[in-house]
């Protein structure tokens, strides 16, 4: 199956705070929002071809007791070894077949209407890696217009450092505009098609790299 990223989420303390960084640095911020029976919310930064998405853990009750459990939100977000990472994937070709990509579980969101399910890679028990969800849906129903402005514009590629690398990921990482790679440490890396061709580094407030 040839798949493409639709976009990535980062694990981050309570708030995000660490969002302000991304805007000093020149990216926009677009629209917020919660995510019920899953506990958690988010900020926001659209591209014309993706997304990052800054996530965090608004109600550790709900996300341990949800339908969104095993996706170990809090376990994730109190474990300085376990990968503030996800990669959200979709077909290439629309409408996509009935074959997932790897091996996991149907996840139906309490924010998505049935039979709208996400299929959630089963290494998700490896806390040490990156959440794997592919959408066997079309995705463009439920994203908003990107905000104009700003240097950062068209996404060309993600890259992920990960201590561990299971068959999930590796099936992952053969995504168009991603890939998944060993690392000593837990490291994103996103590169847009800016002529400016600057480097900020967000280390040590967010383990994220942005070249362009």
């Known amino acids: 199956m040839d798949m493409i990223l639709d976009h990535i989420f980062i694990l981050v303390e309570p708030g995000a705070a660490v969002a302000d960084q991304l805007i000093a640095a020149g990216l926009i911020e677009g629209s917020s929002n919660t995510h019920p029976g899953q506990g958690t ?7 014309k071809n993706g997304m990052l998405e800054l996530l965090y853990v608004r109600d550790a009750e709900e996300a341990r007791h949800g339908p969104g459990s095993k996706l170990y939100f809090p376990e994730r977000a109190g474990n ?5 990472f996800g990669v959200i994937l979709f077909a290439k070709d629309q409408p996509p077949g009935p074959v997932m990509p790897f091996p996991g579980w149907s996840y139906q969101p309490d924010y998505f209407p049935p039979p709208l399910a996400f299929h959630v ?9 990156p959440l794997c969800i592919y959408a066997p849906f079309d995705t463009t129903q439920f994203k908003p217009e990107a905000p104009g402005g700003g240097r950062f514009h068209t996404l060309t590629h993600v890259n992920i450092h990960s201590p561990s690398l299971s068959e999930t990921l590796l099936t992952a990482s053969r995504a168009e505009r991603l890939s998944i790679v060993p690392g000593p440490e837990h490291l994103m890396e996103i ?18 790299m942005i070249h362009g």
């Open 41 to 47: 919310a988010n900020r926001r930064f659209y591209f």
């Open 80 to 84: 300085q070894d376990a990968s503030p």
């Open 121 to 129: 890679g089963a290494n998700a028990t490896e806390l040490r890696e």
């Open 191 to 208: 590169t847009f098609d800016s002529a400016e061709n600057h480097r900020h580094d967000f280390r040590p407030h967010l383990p994220l």
